[in-house]
């Protein structure tokens, strides 16, 4: 006689969630969340003005991430006061509203990246996102967007980066599914960018040395895809050092260009080589290899590896302490949200609930400002179908998530704009046509499943023009000037402007449409409990509320 099942179980073993995976906690390979049996006791000692000790280890035996840490990123004036104080007594300084952040951020920083790991696992998630909301760079939230297209098409990408920039979203990132077509998706994303919104930050995430070539050329305005890993061996296996990461964001400085670092809890397991340390410890190093290098800020949040901390306990935690962390260093942070990991709709949104309540520099990077399948960063955790759910939420909560509510006509009449504008600047430089039929397509697009192909060959052809005759933002602008765009034109010129101020180099920094950088100099966080930090205003809170759909008195 066949075993009786309950229907109960039933019903639940075929809910989403079972879609997912889950694994129990296992030490050696390093799939532990937080406090790992095997993570450092922290400890330092300083000789002659040089840490010699650092959580257990004499500095003959550092490798070269701790070398790194101990001689750049930790204040030796300050750490023996820090690290003599309790885990517990760090953990409440983090939530007290009457411990000032100046304070906070100065003690952390003569912390050990043991230390600091210690401390986290003394907050639940609550009291992290408290430590968030108090420990962010810059007072304002904000977000940014993945502006992606399955066919790199052109169109499509500036029409949803037009749109995007008008939903809100201060930062616009692309990449490609065929590599040889990012110069004509940048060039795409900085139109549609600047027709949205002027003053939208732009970047076309690819290999290092490309990103920071089209950055020159004017064509995107900073860069984010430059990752730091927490074990030694995993950092090799990408032929860097902390050394050459650092040497490669003085790069972007100099030339004017916003840049971060990119790390994320998880990535060291996923590469076989956590050596047996706790997600989060590894992360720790990670951020204080970014705050050693002199970087403004860090994108980290498990990023891409998001499945890895979501599969074992206590994993979503860990990725809102390592958002904490890096805000605690004084650092900006892009806080993730942006791959999908969950086959549950209740696990993703608690997953952004943490970032988005607590408000981070940047709650996302990005959404996905597409359908998830034009998604190539592998699908986000939101999409462009979710906006609606999202605005909602805000509204629900008053919270402010860095976007707004639209109506169809502005978006409709946005990305037609956008798409008229490239296909001038096509025309003007001689590139495959753009035709009505397309513009027409994208004008009213959801995806690129909407949208004619286009003959590839040719636009790989005028993509490498792009870069082999040296044509540049300056080349843009003039294209759209003469063509009857000269609003968009002159967008891009302020942007350009920015790279000689250098006044969005700094931590945190976006830039309104009238060109004014807002960052942690001019719009610091100053919470210091109920009444004081980010508050939302009576005019935000009106353009949150007001979603198109709500029933009005007057229209009863």
Not at 356 to 362: H, K, N, R
Not at 414 to 421: G, I, S, W
Request: proline content about 4%.
């Amino acid at each position: 006689m066949a075993e009786k099942k309950s229907k109960r179980f039933e019903v639940l073993n075929n809910r989403p969630v079972h879609k997912d995976g889950f694994i129990a906690e296992w030490v050696d390979v390093g799939l532990y969340a937080m406090g790992s049996p095997k993570d450092p006791v922290p400890s330092i000692k300083i000789e002659n003005g040089k840490i010699t000790e650092m959580d257990g280890k004499k500095r003959d035996d550092f490798d070269m991430i701790e070398q790194f840490i101990a001689n750049y990123a930790i204040d030796i004036e300050i750490a023996p006061q820090a690290m003599a104080k309790s885990d517990l007594e760090l953990a409440k300084m983090l939530v007290d509203p009457n411990v000032s952040r100046n304070e906070v951020t100065k003690i952390f920083q003569g912390l050990t990246p043991a230390k600091i790991n210690n401390v986290m696992d003394c907050l639940n998630i609550v009291e992290i996102m408290m430590g968030i909301s108090k420990m962010r760079s810059r007072k304002t939230p904000a977000n940014q967007a993945h502006i992606t297209s399955a066919k790199d098409h052109p169109v499509q990408l500036a029409a949803d980066a037009a749109e995007g920039a008008l939903r809100g979203f201060v930062e616009l990132e692309t990449t490609v599914g065929v590599n040889r077509y990012a110069p004509l998706n940048a060039l795409s994303l900085l139109i549609g960018s600047q027709t949205g919104r002027p003053g939208v930050l732009t970047q076309c995430a690819l290999e290092e040395a490309f990103e920071l070539q089209i950055g020159m050329r004017g064509l995107t305005s900073y860069a984010e895809t430059v990752s730091v890993y927490g074990t030694e061996s995993v950092f090799i296996d990408g032929d860097d050092t902390p050394w050459s990461k650092a040497f490669l964001a003085s790069a972007y400085a100099s030339r004017g260009l916003k840049m971060r670092f990119t790390s994320g809890t998880g990535s060291e397991v996923q590469m076989g080589a956590a050596e047996g340390k706790s997600m989060l410890y590894l992360e720790t190093r990670c951020v204080m290899i970014t705050k050693g290098a002199g970087v403004q800020g860090l994108q980290n949040g498990s990023i891409s590896c998001i499945g890895v901390p979501g599969a074992v306990p206590s994993g979503l935690r860990a990725v809102a302490a390592e958002n904490l962390i890096t805000v605690t260093l004084d650092m900006e942070v892009a806080s993730g949200n942006d791959q999908t990991f969950s086959h549950s709709d209740l696990r993703r949104t608690a997953r952004t609930i943490p970032q988005l309540f607590s408000g981070t520099d940047l709650i996302f990077s990005g959404y996905s400002g597409v359908p998830n399948y034009d998604n190539m960063f592998a699908g986000s955790n939101w999409d462009i179908e979710d906006m609606d759910d999202y605005l909602a939420i805000q509204r629900d909560f008053k919270v402010d998530g860095g976007n707004k509510p639209v109506s169809e006509e502005e978006v409709v009449a946005v990305r037609n704009k956008a798409a008229r504008a490239l296909q001038a600047v096509y025309d003007a430089l001689g590139f495959p046509p753009i035709t009505d039929a397309e513009v027409e397509a994208a004008t009213y697009a959801n995806g690129s499943k909407d949208l004619p192909d286009r003959n590839v060959t040719e636009d790989l052809r005028a993509a490498e023009r792009l870069l082999n005759e040296g044509i540049n933002g300056i080349d843009i602008v003039k294209i759209l000037a003469q063509r009857g765009f000269r609003d968009i034109a002159e967008a891009i010129v302020m942007m350009m402007r920015q790279r000689v101020s250098g006044d969005y180099l700094q931590t945190s920094a976006w830039i309104d449409s009238d060109g004014t950088v807002y960052s942690a100099v001019n719009d610091p966080n100053d919470y210091q409990g109920p009444g004081t930090g980010y508050r939302i205003s009576e005019e935000r809170w009106k353009e949150i509320k007001e979603i198109p759909w709500a029933i009005r008195p007057e229209d009863v």
